[in-house]
């Protein structure tokens, strides 16, 4: 069977990395790996290939930045090609980024079979371009595959049926139990005790210059408290650089991390500050208390069981849950179904299960 994996940008590459080593100890898989370059900086991109161990790209799409319509189209107009000539039984789309969808549209239209790792997951709010990536994708594909309980009902309420749904379990807690022993704590200037770890990059976050100032005004109250660690993505670092905000000295920006410093990080943290899916998602497998600085999560596990809280953009409660997590009385967290380290496992047993 020929497996056709597609990845893009910085959250794809730690889902895909444990699912090419399960199919890899397979008989009879053929793996091709492409990449599609939405993310090309190598602190984004080549450092994650050499940390997560994943092969080298066998085709590279080099599209880079651009408009989302302009992304979505250099993919697919690159992609098709791809697929002409490779030929694969299955391919495997990995979340919700713009390359994801890009992916699914093409197969789709060449009746090419179409599997989503990490289907299922809804915030609700189709402001988020995310949202609209996994409405799109989860309709164009043959096999959803699915990380927390609650995406087959969200499935079903699409029209989805349950025949086309399994609940694999969460791969990205492959990689964190895969890799945790190699998690290596960066040197940080400034940082000699406890400390939180900070990032942000969504557009409803940092586009809006006054919704951005006023966080980056509660982070610099927030770290005369406790140091804050805050790797800032290229997307921040460019409005906060427009804004003209110079943050606090307890607030230690950072260039991106690797994977293996970020999860470092995150174990020795008092607490996570984010409005990454990932993070919300790796802070409750540590079980390190999680404020997420948005409305909506298209990931409820993660406070329903997990440590993670809803904060919105309201900083007067980023302020009083801060001061909870503090206190000692921040949630604790308990373990997610599925979310065991034997999730690529399941991948590779269901698709082998069915024919090429
Ligand atoms: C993308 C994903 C988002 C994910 C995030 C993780 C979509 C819609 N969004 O957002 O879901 O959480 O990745 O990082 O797919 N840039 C660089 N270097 C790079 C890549 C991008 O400097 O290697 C800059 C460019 O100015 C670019 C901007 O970052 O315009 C945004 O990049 P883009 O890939 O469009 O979206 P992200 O914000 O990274």
């Known amino acids: 069977m020929h497996i056709l994996h597609v990845v893009g940008a910085r959250p794809n590459f730690m889902k895909v990395a444990p699912v090419i080593a399960a199919f890899a100890e397979r008989d009879g898989v053929q793996q091709t790996l492409v990449h599609t370059g939405q993310h090309y900086d190598p602190n984004l991109s080549d450092i994650f290939f050499e940390q997560l161990e994943i092969p080298r790209p066998d085709v ?7 408009s989302h319509a302009v992304q979505t189209a250099e993919v697919m107009i690159k992609f098709e090609q791809t697929i002409l000539e490779r ?11 713009n390359s994801t969808v890009a992916a699914a549209l093409v197969c789709a239209k060449l009746g090419v079979k179409i ?23 989860d309709q164009l ?40 022993h190699k998690a290596q704590m960066p040197d940080i200037d400034g940082l000699n005790g406890d400390y939180a770890l900070v990032t942000l990059h969504r557009p409803s976050n940092v586009d809006d210059p006054e919704t951005l100032k006023r966080i980056l005004t509660a982070l610099d109250e927030i770290s005369e408290q406790l140091k804050l660690v805050f790797p800032i993505h290229p997307r921040t670092r460019s409005r906060i650089d427009a804004l003209g905000h110079k943050p606090a000295t307890g607030v230690l920006l950072q260039n991106p991390l690797g994977y293996l410093e970020c999860v470092a990080l995150q174990k020795g943290a008092k607490l996570v500050i984010t409005d990454s899916g990932g993070l919300q998602e790796e802070s409750t497998a540590l079980g390190i208390p999680c404020l997420t600085v948005r409305e909506n999560t298209e990931r409820p596990v993660t406070c329903t069981e997990g440590t993670n809280t809803l904060i919105g953009t309201d900083m007067d409660l980023l302020r009083s849950e801060f001061a909870k997590v503090i206190a000692g009385t921040g949630k604790a967290g308990k373990s997610v179904p599925k979310w065991d380290g034997k999730a690529s496992e399941r991948i590779a047993d269901v698709i082998l299960s069915l024919p090429s």
């Open 87 to 97: 030929k694969p039984d299955w391919v495997l789309v990995y979340g919700d980024v």
């Open 60 to 66: 590279s799409l080099e599209v880079g930045s651009g």
């Open 141 to 180: 594909s043959d096999l959803l595959l699915t990380s927390s309980p609650e995406a087959e009902p969200n499935l079903n309420k699409e029209g989805i049926p349950s025949n086309r749904i399994h609940f694999v379990g969460n791969v990205m807690i492959d990689t964190v139990f895969r890799l945790m």
């Open 115 to 137: 599997a989503h790792v990490e289907a299922g997951l809804r915030s609700y709010d189709r402001r988020m371009p995310e949202e609209l990536n996994r409405l799109v994708t």
